[in-house]
């Protein structure tokens, strides 16, 4: 019996819920009370920050078994509750990932970019406008060349402190499977290839209810088993077998390229025309229904440029394991076939009806941007202004 059930009524589940369906609670009803989704509620950002901390509470061992016996009061954390976003963040995998593919860093590598950057894709001036007057002589002179030159320095930089950040990324990525695999490896030979796979099902039952994460565990599935099959092939091959595998890696590489740079020229475009729109055109419902739209496209890039990079750091990962020439070739063939057990596991992940439409919650939003084509074609007419012209977008 405990005290209080505010917390567990907030999340819709009973006292006696399990660490998953405490997970699983939180982010259904975070997705539904996020701010976002009602921006015309002006409690709707108490209403997240409540699910937020009543998450903090339940999802720590010690604070929740505080709760239950003593109540609210009791099971406070001890730095005081976080800001209710700062559980909301990485929709392409969370925490739970972060061992297997570390974190994604193109996007905020693009904002840092897009800054320096206009809206006709040439890099800014350091030049200051004028202080209104129109006047020449009150426009502040700078040198551009310098000022370009400066930028593509920054530029180069930046570019410079990704590649150091995805090198100490795959090293540590390098470093879990590597024990990962050491340990599938003892539980082959001590007969105890059942505990280990009941540890691994249990992390697998846990990523899969990411959002998105069972889409990242058959990409991690597919990544494992075609390098621990080419290697496999290679070794029987005498390597010939890595000139047809080198060819088919460019050629996926750089029709990955294109789909983010058609992805993201969809998004942008989609916006530009809805920009175009003037707002009291749209009544509340198209309004709703045109920024889901909105946000379906942004975040259909954001999911291609996350998935590129992880496929970058995992095929990095998998090479460093079986090119490991400090190890034998058997050793290598080994880490191979331990690579095809994971696949095996991670690829036949698979989610139930209920956490199926409990993960449709956020997902539904890109893959209905991925299939509408309505804002590409609608015509939004200004009822208010006689002889208007309708704006096709």
Known sequence: ????????????????????????????????????????????????????????????????????????????????????????????????FKDWIGELSLLKDLDDASSMVDENG???????????????????????NASKTRQKEQLREMERKRREEL?????????????????????????????FDYKLDKEIEELKLESFGLEILHLMAKIYKTRANNYIKSSKTFGFSK??????????????????????????????????IEEGNLDAYERADMEKFIMGKVLNTAWVISKFETQIKLKQVCENLLKDKTVSKKERLNRAHALLHFADKFGSAQRSPE?????????????????????????????????SASINV
Do not use: C
């Open 1 to 96: 019996m405990v005290k209080d059930t505010e917390y567990y009524d907030t999340l819709n589940i009973s006292p006696d819920a399990t660490p998953v369906e405490i997970k699983k609670a939180y982010r259904k009803m975070a997705m539904l009370t996020h701010p976002d989704k009602h921006p015309d509620d002006p409690d709707a950002q108490t209403k997240f920050q409540k699910v937020s901390e009543a998450y903090q509470v339940l999802s720590d061992p010690d604070l929740r078994k505080r709760y239950d016996e003593f109540g609210k009061d009791d099971a406070i954390p001890q730095e005081g509750f976080e800001d209710a976003t700062e559980f909301f963040t990485n929709i392409f995998g969370g925490e739970g």
């Open 167 to 195: 090198k100490k990324q795959v090293d540590e990525l390098t470093a879990h499977l590597k024990n990962k695999i050491e340990e599938y490896e003892i539980s082959v030979k001590t007969g105890t290839v059942k505990d």
């Open 243 to 276: 000139i047809y595998t080198g060819m088919k890696d460019k050629k996926d590489d750089a029709k990955n390229v294109w789909n983010i740079l058609s992805t993201a020229t969809e998004a942008q475009s989609a916006m530009q025309n809805v920009a175009s």
């Open 355 to 387: 956490e199926a439409e409990d993960a449709r919650v956020f997902e539904e939003i890109i893959n209905d941007a991925k299939k509408q084509k309505k804002y590409h074609k609608r015509q939004y007419v200004a009822p208010q202004k006689e002889g």
């Open 122 to 144: 040439n890099l800014k001036s350091d030049s200051s406008v004028a202080d209104g007057t129109g006047k020449a002589g009150d426009i502040v002179k700078h040198d551009e």
